[in-house]
């Protein structure tokens, strides 16, 4: 039989065993770097997580607020516009209380026209009555009368 000792020794030495040992402490030291490495960037990863955790809460509070700007810009264009209509509603009301007033403002000449001829009148009458009873006409009869 032989000795199967070369056959071990192959074996060992593929699969690790036979890895001299300045090799293997460079591989372990170069496993622990990675391995600061990765922890390094879970870190980062957990940071950056919580930061896009943030990012989107800020952008929720960004979105309520436009829209409650929005909300209060359309509330106030609304009331612009209603304003807009009562003043134009309050120009033709007032449009039409000035031309009332003009109307009420010739009805009171004619009034005052009336009232002043009318006046006018009982005083020839009066003045005609004092005058037929003293005989002497006070006024000509051609005098035009005001209208």
């Known amino acids: 039989m032989r000795s199967r000792w070369p056959l071990h020794l192959l074996f060992l030495w593929m699969t690790g065993c036979g890895v001299p040992r300045a090799e293997y402490l460079a591989k372990a030291a170069r496993v622990h770097e990675l391995e600061r490495e990765r922890a390094a960037l879970k870190e980062q990863l957990e940071r950056l997580e919580a930061e896009r955790l943030d990012l989107l809460v800020t952008i929720d509070e960004l979105t309520a607020r436009r829209e409650l700007v929005e909300a209060r810009a359309k509330n106030l264009e609304d009331a612009l516009a209603a304003q807009k209509e009562q003043a134009a509603e309050l120009a033709a009301i007032n449009a039409a209380l000035s031309a009332r007033q ?46």
């Open 102 to 147: 003009q109307e009420l403002l010739k009805l009171s000449e004619q009034i005052s026209d009336v009232w002043f001829n009318s006046a006018l009148e009982r005083a020839r009458r009066a003045a005609h009555a004092d005058g037929a009873e003293a005989g002497t006409p006070s006024q000509p009869a051609d005098v035009p009368v005001a209208q």
